[in-house]
């Protein structure tokens, strides 16, 4: 069935330093989403990418769809200590089940 | 605030005991997912419905059911309880099958 895969599963920065987490899909995807789950919370959702190649912005967060549409990336720049949360993507074949990535626990530095 | 609204918040039950877990959907969504989530893993998909009726189901044993009504409103039920059930239980609605879903606060369930 289909995975996905999010790298890495932890990540500790220095306040202002960059952040990025990682997501493989083992089959293509129709669209991909990301969300944030911050301690003790629910996920929020972030953010849906669809077209290949597709960059999305948000303030300090870059997404990205790979070309094939089976990978994609969320970058944050200059980290915040508000930015501190599990950044999970999850991934959609056509109509079925949205699939989830473990998720990349970020922590900061202040 | 995304109008998906969980009831309880936190319970505590006996294994081999049910439970009976709530979902109001925001308002024009017609479709319901509940996920659950243990500690430190991603949500995984139990089931979802579609205007009453279950549209796709993840791997899952029976005993874990659901129910969709007119008003989109939903529950999740959990027959003969088990420790590992224990879990942060997530509804989530959307608009349709393939819409962006949004997650209530979620329900905590421990089994004992």
């Known amino acids: 069935g289909q995975q996905v895969m999010q790298i890495p599963q932890y990540q500790h920065v220095q306040e202002g330093e960059d952040f990025t987490t990682y997501c493989n899909s083992s089959?293509?995807?129709?669209?991909i989403q990301w969300y944030k789950q911050r301690p003790g919370g629910h996920p929020v959702f972030l953010i849906q990418l669809v077209k290949s190649g597709e960059v999305k912005k948000q303030k300090r967060l870059t997404f990205q769809f790979g070309e094939a549409k089976k990978n994609s990336s969320l970058h944050i720049t200059a980290t915040q200590t508000t930015d501190v949360g599990t950044y999970f993507c999850?991934?959609?074949?056509?109509?079925?089940?949205?699939?989830f990535g473990q998720g990349t626990r970020l922590t900061i530095n202040p | 605030e995304t109008g998906v609204t969980q009831s309880p918040t936190h319970l505590i039950k006996t294994r081999g005991q049910q439970v009976t877990l709530r979902c109001s959907s925001q308002?024009?969504?017609?479709?319901v997912s509940w996920y659950q989530q243990a500690l430190g893993q991603g949500p995984q998909f139990i089931f979802q419905?579609?205007?009453?009726?279950?549209?796709g189901r993840g791997n899952f044993p029976p005993r874990f059911s659901g129910l969709q009504f007119p008003n989109y409103s939903s529950e999740l039920n959990v027959n003969a309880l088990e420790l590992d059930d224990s879990a942060l239980y997530l509804c989530?609605?959307?608009?349709?099958?393939?819409?962006?879903?949004?997650f209530g606060e979620g329900s905590w369930l421990t089994v004992v």
């Open positions: 989530a609605s959307s608009t349709g099958v393939t819409g962006t879903i949004y």
């Open positions: 308002s024009g969504h017609n479709t």
């Open positions: 999850a991934g959609r074949q056509g109509a079925q089940k949205l699939v």
């Open positions: 089959t293509t995807l129709s669209n």
């Open positions: 419905y579609y205007r009453e009726e279950e549209n």
